[in-house]
């Protein structure tokens, strides 16, 4: 099945941890997008990549941190310097510059106790 | 810059009758739109998009969408809801072709749905 993972599903860390969620893509589409989403806020925009190495800051990028190193991952570093990490994050595809269209993972929930 | 307003944050619906979710959006060119849905604690799905021609577009799951440019409005319609279309709907906009291809979301709007 193709399709966009993100695991784990709940994840819990305590204040001051630096924590990694994982995307992985197996459509072989070329970008790639990590969004934050807080109750009543919508989805606000963390980072995205276009291409394999190469990833550009979203609109609330500070205190995250990204790579590309391959076409089919993403991984997003949650790192100390973030304020108020607990947060439903949401992982996106997208095929390629002839598309608005993005897909979407199923989602992790972080809990910083 | 581009933004998407949702006004209505909740809407209660019984079921077998009719749903309107409204949606504004403010861009400077020809958008392209999107309706999302997502239910409780999992990803969006999308359900439908206009990136031009025909201002009523179909989607999925029984829902349509019209676009009018004179109201910058897409608004997301239903004609009999089912309990299954409980869940949460977002509204997006996009700028095809602009750097990153990037959408920007509405607040979203948690439909309810009465037995």
């Known amino acids: 099945d193709g399709g966009i993972t993100q695991s784990p599903k709940y994840l819990f860390r305590k204040e001051g941890q630096n924590v990694t969620l994982s995307c992985e893509q197996n459509?072989?589409?070329?970008?790639m997008y990590w969004y934050r989403q807080d109750p009543g806020q919508g989805l606000r925009l963390i980072y995205y990549?276009?291409?394999?190495?190469?990833?550009q800051k979203g609109d609330i990028a500070e205190g995250y941190s990204v790579s590309r190193e391959k076409k089919e991952s993403f991984p997003l570093t949650v790192t100390s310097a973030q304020k108020n990490p607990t947060a439903f994050y949401l992982c996106?595809?997208?095929?390629?510059?002839?598309?608005?269209?993005?897909?979407f993972g199923p989602g992790t929930r972080l809990t910083v106790l | 810059a581009q933004s998407v307003t949702q006004p209505d944050i909740h809407i209660t619906v019984s079921e077998g009758a009719s749903l309107e979710l409204r949606c504004n959006y403010s861009?400077?060119?020809?958008?392209?739109l999107f309706w999302y849905v997502q239910s409780p604690g999992q990803g969006l799905q999308l359900l439908l998009k206009y990136f031009s021609g025909d201002t009523l577009v179909q989607g999925i799951k029984g829902f349509e969408a019209e676009f009018k440019r004179s109201q910058s409005s897409f608004n997301l319609r239903k004609p009999s809801v089912h309990w299954s279309d409980a869940a949460e709907y977002f509204c997006a906009v996009g700028r095809f072709k602009a750097a990153g291809n990037k959408l920007t979301f509405g607040g979203g709007t948690r439909v309810l749905v009465k037995p």
């Open positions: 459509l072989n589409h070329d970008a």
């Open positions: 996106a595809s997208r095929r390629d510059r002839s598309t608005d269209t993005q897909y």
């Open positions: 990549s276009q291409i394999v190495n190469d990833f």
């Open positions: 861009y400077g060119a020809t958008p392209y």
